[in-house]
């Protein structure tokens, strides 16, 4: 299956820092989404890209759909301590009701945020 | 109050033995999907099903099986021939629409350990 790399694999930074992450693919997604998962519970969605070069914002979070349609970052600025937990990067390539609109996500394998008070 | 639920949230079976996990949905998401967690590393696909009745292989389907019989409920059986099925097991549902992604909703997870 299509794999996606996600970097860096763990991040220890103090309150306050900005915090940058990414994925690339082997392969071309046309929709990017990034999701935040606590300890033991299931992922929620932070931001969702559809079109490359897309750039949107959530609060403190800025993510990047790659122009390539391989690629897409994740920014989180002025950490804070709720911000701790799991990343991960997830692609879709959607072809469309009648060739499987419902197919399920290729995840990264994540970024571990670790925040020093 | 509206969401998607997975129980028990702690399962323990010996080896040798099938388990079901159950998931169920009161969101009247038309979608629903099995992905399996292990440690360190991304959520995979397991099964997806768009409809009621009908369901497709992801990308490890080898050693489970699910049914779909109604649209609340998407079910996945966890068989012997799973060659090593401990793992956080994960639920999502979602609307079909043809024209754009849908969010999946995620729903608390099953941690299944085989002893």
């Known amino acids: 299956g299509q794999q996606l790399n996600q970097s860096p694999q763990s991040m220890f930074i103090q309150e306050g820092e900005d915090v940058s992450m990414n994925c690339t693919s082997s392969?071309?997604?046309?929709?990017w989404l990034w999701y935040k998962q606590d300890p033991g519970e299931g992922p929620v969605l932070l931001i969702a890209?559809?079109?490359?070069?897309e750039l949107t914002s959530n609060g403190r979070l800025t993510a990047q759909f790659g122009i390539t349609r391989k690629d897409s970052f994740l920014n989180i600025s002025a950490s804070i301590p709720s911000d701790v937990g799991i990343y991960f990067c997830?692609?879709?390539?959607?072809?469309?009701?009648?060739?499987?609109?419902?197919?399920?996500?290729?995840f990264g394998k994540g970024t571990h945020l670790i925040i020093q008070p | 109050d509206g969401g998607i639920t997975q129980s028990p949230k702690y399962l323990f079976r010996k080896e040798g033995q099938n388990v079901t996990l159950s998931c169920e949905q009161n969101?009247?998401?038309?979608?629903m999907y099995w992905y399996r967690q292990d440690p360190g590393q991304g959520l995979r696909l397991i099964y997806y099903?768009?409809?009621?009745?009908?369901?497709q292989k992801g990308d490890i389907a080898e050693g489970y099986s699910v049914s779909r019989e109604k649209k609340e409920s998407f079910p996945l059986t966890v068989t012997s021939a799973q060659k090593n099925p401990t793992a956080f097991y994960l639920c999502?549902?979602?609307?079909?629409?043809?024209?754009?992604?849908?969010?999946?909703?995620f729903g608390p997870g099953t941690r299944l350990t085989v002893l």
């Open positions: 969101l009247n998401h038309d979608a």
């Open positions: 392969s071309i997604f046309n929709t």
């Open positions: 999502a549902s979602s609307i079909v629409l043809a024209s754009t992604y849908n969010e999946q909703f």
């Open positions: 890209l559809y079109k490359a070069g």
């Open positions: 099903s768009q409809i009621v009745n009908d369901f």
């Open positions: 997830a692609g879709q390539l959607f072809q469309g009701y009648s060739g499987g609109g419902a197919d399920g996500l290729t």
